[in-house]
């Protein structure tokens, strides 16, 4: 069982409740992925966005930085927009990252819930779903290393001995971030890949029938069964109350900004707390959390599960301070509930 950290360089106020520019931001994602790594935390996630209100949108750069800075954490992204990248050039940039770092690099390739990176670097939005399914099945055939021999519609044809550096042994470990989409889940078996589960709200046990499905797919497919990780938001705090208070002003901040985008009603106190109780917040002491993640690993046969610690506009001194309980006191928690 693995335990992972993921952010998205969500842009946090000082102590004065003015936003801090983005280049601060970044310097702080730094120091909270080291500190992860000093506490025992198996995985640092960074999330590609291009928005003034995330502040991450070169994930690499960022995990080389932390690479040098770290022995153990391993190193990847949440997500990476695949469709809006070139499959090449995202091999290189982490088999590189895999060499500076000891083969820490891994990588969860989707489609990103924002669209902003399709107009960005010049995609046409409503080959959404070609584009995804072509690049995956160029990264799939670079990634398992020596000869590619590959033609699609969205890119010119490649036909190469080899692409380098080479990732080593067994390529980048690479997993498909599935949102809600049957054809996603059916996807990541077919290229035999692991399926991280990006579960933002209900009860987790909702997503029960996408985890049969990839079994139930995979023994279709004679196809061996890959991990399985969900991502979730949340955040740890002493008492319960104060997790609660600390979670909220900085989720609702977030939440509202993109209800205004998307035709969203603002979040209430009480609907907020009702996903801490009974949906897909991870809000409280360590204790209660370490509970939640329990019952959430048992109920879906979860071998990772990643908490989105970074809540909207939370200040860096409570995000650091979360970090520190999740390794110290919730992953043994956890492991010790599993036994």
Known sequence: MEFGLDTFGDVTRDAQGTLLPQDQVLRHVIDEAVLADQVGVDAINLGEHHRDDFAISAPEILLANIAARTSRIRLGTAVTVLSTDDPIRLYQRFSTLNAISGGRGEIILGRGSFVESYPLFGHDLSEYEMLFEEKLALFVAVNKGGAVSW?????????????????????????????????????????????????????????????????????????????????????????????????????????????????????????????????????????????????????????????????????????????????????????????
């Open 151 to 339: 033609q699609g519609r969205h890119r010119a044809p490649v036909a190469v001995p080899a692409v380098y550096p080479p990732a080593g042994p067994g390529g980048i470990h690479t997993w498909v971030g599935v949102g809600g989409s049957p054809e996603s889940v059916v996807r990541a078996v077919r290229h035999d890949l692991p399926m991280m589960l990006a579960i933002i709200g209900g009860d987790p046990r909702r997503f029960l029938p996408f985890v049969r499905l990839y079994h139930d797919a995979a023994a279709k497919m004679g196809k061996a069964v890959q991990p399985l990780g969900v991502h979730s938001p949340g955040l740890i705090a002493a008492t319960d109350a104060e997790a609660r208070e600390a979670a909220f002003t900085g989720y609702k901040a977030l939440h509202d900004r993109i209800g205004r985008e998307r035709g969203w009603p603002p979040i209430t106190r009480d609907a907020f707390l009702a996903e801490v109780e009974g949906g897909s917040q991870y809000v409280g002491s360590p204790e209660t959390v370490a509970r939640k993640i329990a019952d959430t690993i048992r109920d879906l046969g979860l071998q990772r599960f990643s908490l989105k610690y970074s809540a909207g506009t939370t200040a860096h001194e409570t995000l650091m301070r979360s970090v520190e309980l999740y390794g110290t006191r919730v992953i043994p928690l956890v492991r010790e509930m599993l036994g």
